[in-house]
RNA sequence: GCCCGGGUGGCGGAAUAGGUAGACGCAAGGGACUUAAAAUCCCUCGCCCGUAUCGGGCGUGCCGGUUCGACUCCGGCCCCGGGCACCA
């Protein structure tokens, strides 16, 4: 064993016999029971951030902790590698974005394997890669088989003068980043994945979820948004007519106007024969896309001269055109009730508009005040024609019975959920195998046929390469006439390769089909771990994905992730920290300063996994301190000679060494239950240096006396050795075992060391702390009360008052009341 | 704007089921060792008061409530962070 603690040599001869052993490498085993965790691949941004080492080393924490629990651990790892970055880095520094992407990755596999996570690196995948990307492909041309793909018409960030889409990021104050030109909406087809078939069994499979956090439920429950409520029918002329969503029917008798999308046809019709209304939507159209900025704008709305006939009272409703009315939302066309909706009210009054109160708080009385805001509580319907006098709910049904029975109406389930769009106007991505025949119309490309590979050699020379100017790319043959034909230059949004990854890591090397029976071993994962970021997004079109595979037959599970912990992100300066921002930490200079056992037990110790961590560069030396510490006490006890640590000796301790072996196997409960199953890695730490401490102060050269002190540094080697492997595999080595650390089982509590004779506990009088007492463990609560009330202190507090009540929480508090 | 979180010493955080607020660590100050430095070890460390190893008062973003007892539960507010469908 070295004198000091050096871990710039350690680390790399511990792994290199890691790596020699294979001993990370999974095969599926039915004896065994296996443990699948992962962790959300990064994308290959260049460098490892702090955010990434907090996520890998939970991970890993997780997985060599399962792994001593006796089971079969798959940890693997890869690369979401197709983005935007990539392209800015091609316009940056005229290299293509397949170079960057893989240099990156070679660079970032290093920092990742100098930091010794477990990985099973045969497993590993990059998305960019043709052997990836030709199965979702191949699965993509299945769900246009089976109709749960279609094209539609749907607004994008324009740049007129870059002639090119932009993404939501791209658009800095409504303006393109790089030309600096106002954007505008436009309306392209694209390519939509039907995950509103599926919105009632993502819904329902929430409740299946316990090992989600609640947080993550309930955020993806509300963006599903399911609700019940009426399509109501106004008809404009003979016609047309406007279809609207209400969850309010009740409410039906108080529309006073009726608001559409700038993009609604009903407004652009309008805008033809007024100049008025064609500026306005203009203006509107010089927003961009996102549902963030269109609600935050002031809100402002145009007449549009056209009305609708009231389905019930036959009244002409006017059609204003509003700038907060989405168009991917529902019909985008709202009918608008200013007396019982907040923002329809705000639009009245600032127009002018009629304000009509139809339920009010008290049966039968017509009082309301809404001069100072809508009315949004359910009561009682007056100004309602024959449903005066209902209940809002009652009249909920009664009004909707009417319009079914006028087929002016039916009762329907809605979503806020909207079909998922996949199609980007892009070319760092995977090729949408789609063809576009004259003659034959949408054509995929046949299996034989693929992959679609993405021409990889290109230059960025104008800025923006869209696979528009790749003829060769392009221009093909129509698979079904061979005549000539287009192929579809549009790429998928990453999210797609992102929704199966996890599948694959179960069958990597398969190359000759997307999975195998591999999945039904591996699949679900146990335990995912990422970034709260994800909470709606990725996680729910990954639970989508799950469920088509599951209905092509290609996995069993209706879930794909058991165990979620959504880690909070790594923020410098109180805000996300993000290439784009520029205020990422580069965690190598600590890795090259403190080495890697330091850097993770760093992010583990700092903040509880699910909390955001605020960055600051003190205090990784304390960890450091630590590992040195542990190396010390280590060595100084080995020198004397390692002891075994059996039974015989521990029949008969004394005081002390009792209360050693008591720490020891407190410790082991807390850690065990905070690792295992609260993720409290922070607190486990910490319940680790205190028994160090305690070693430390305990100086016993006797033979029960070293037992106990060899018992305590292999129960904190073992625990530690998830955290801090390399330094935990020398240590565990030196106290005289030959199986490795990372092979030998967790340490178990011994019941009996846990025994205690006496127990303190608090006394208070009125709920204040006045003294703390040592009782008898297992006193009855009269005993305890006797003691408590002859405290020297506490006496001071109810001599002369009368004790109105005494209660008594055994091992905890006493509480005296008196007056 | 809407949805979801968070707010505790100088700092990161602890308090697991409503029962001792501040574990563990960082920073800071004082001391020991040393020619010196590094390393290491010891002591102090929420605020205020007193008769000062002890005792008292106050204290977990703000206001109010429930309870013998509230960082924890309930109602209202303020501030910070994440997401909002083309950043990943």
Partial sequence: ????????????????????????????????????????????????????????????????????????????????????????AAIRNRVPPAKWTYGNIDYMRAQLKRLGFAYDWSRELATCDPEYYRWEQWFFTKLYEKGLVYRKKAMVNWDPVDQTVLANEQVIEGHGWRSGARIERKEVTQWFLKITAYAEELLKDLGQLDGWPEQVKTMQANWIGRSEGVEVIFDVDSQQALNVFTTRPDTLFGVTYIAVAPEHDLAVHASKSSAEIAVFLQECAKTRVSEAEISTLEKRGIDTGLYATHPLTQEKIPIWVANFVLIEYGSGAVMSVPAHDQRDWEFAEKFGLPIKPVVFPEQGSVCVDISQGAFLERGWLQNSGQFDGMSSDRAFDAIADELEHRNKGQRQVNYRLRDWGISRQRYWGCPIPIINCDR??????????????????????????????????????????????????????????????????????????????????????????????????????ARFFNKLMRDAGLCANDEPFINLLTQGMVLKDGTKMSKSKGNTVDPQNLIDKYGADTVRLFVMFAAPPAHNLEWSDSAVEGSYRFINKLWRLTKSHAEQGVTCSDGK??????????????????????????????????????????????????????????????????????????????????????????????????????????????????????????ATIQVPTGMGSDGIEHIAQHNENVVRFIENRKIVKVIVVPGRVVNIVVN
């Fill in 1 to 88: 064993m070295q004198d000091s603690y050096n871990p710039h040599k350690l680390e790399p001869l511990v792994q290199q016999e890691w790596e020699q052993q294979r001993t990370f490498e999974t095969v599926e085993d039915e004896k065994q029971e296996k443990f699948y965790c992962l962790s959300m691949f990064p994308y290959p941004s260049g460098h490892l951030h702090m955010g990434h080492v907090r996520n890998y080393t939970i991970g890993d924490v997780i997985s060599r902790y399962q792994r001593m629990r006796g089971k079969n651990v798959m940890q693997p790892m890869g690369w979401d590698a197709f983005g935007l970055p990539a392209e800015n």
């Fill in 440 to 541: 034959c119309g949408v054509v995929p490309v046949p299996e034989q046929d693929l992959p679609v590979c993405l021409p990889e050699d290109v230059d960025f020379e104008n800025a923006v390469l869209p696979l528009k100017s790749l003829p060769g790319f392009y221009e093909v043959k129509c698979p079904e006439c061979h005549g000539a034909a287009t192929r579809e230059t549009d790429t998928f949004d990453t999210f797609f390769e992102s929704s199966w990854y996890f599948a694959r890591y179960c069958c990597a090397d398969n190359d000759a089909s997307m999975l195998d029976d591999r999945v039904r071993y591996w699949m679900p994962v146990d335990q995912y771990v990422g970034g709260i970021e994800h909470a709606v997004l990725h996680l729910l079109y």
């Fill in 649 to 770: 000796l521990f029949e008969c301790l004394n005081g002390d060494q009792a209360s050693l072996r008591r720490k020891i196997h407190e410790t082991i409960q807390k850690v065990t239950d905070g690792v295992g199953r609260r993720y409290a890695f922070n607190t486990a730490i910490a319940a680790n240096m205190e028994l160090v401490n305690e070693v430390i102060g305990f100086d016993d050269p006797s033979p029960p006396g070293r037992a106990v002190c060899q018992e305590a540094l292999e129960a904190v080697v073992l625990m530690l050795a998830p955290i801090l492997p390399h330094v935990c595999h020398i240590l565990w080595q030196r106290l005289g075992h030959e199986v490795p650390v990372n092979s030998a089982a967790w340490p178990d509590v011994d019941a009996r060391a846990l025994i205690k004779d006496m127990v303190e506990m608090v006394v208070q009088v009125n709920g204040k702390k006045r």
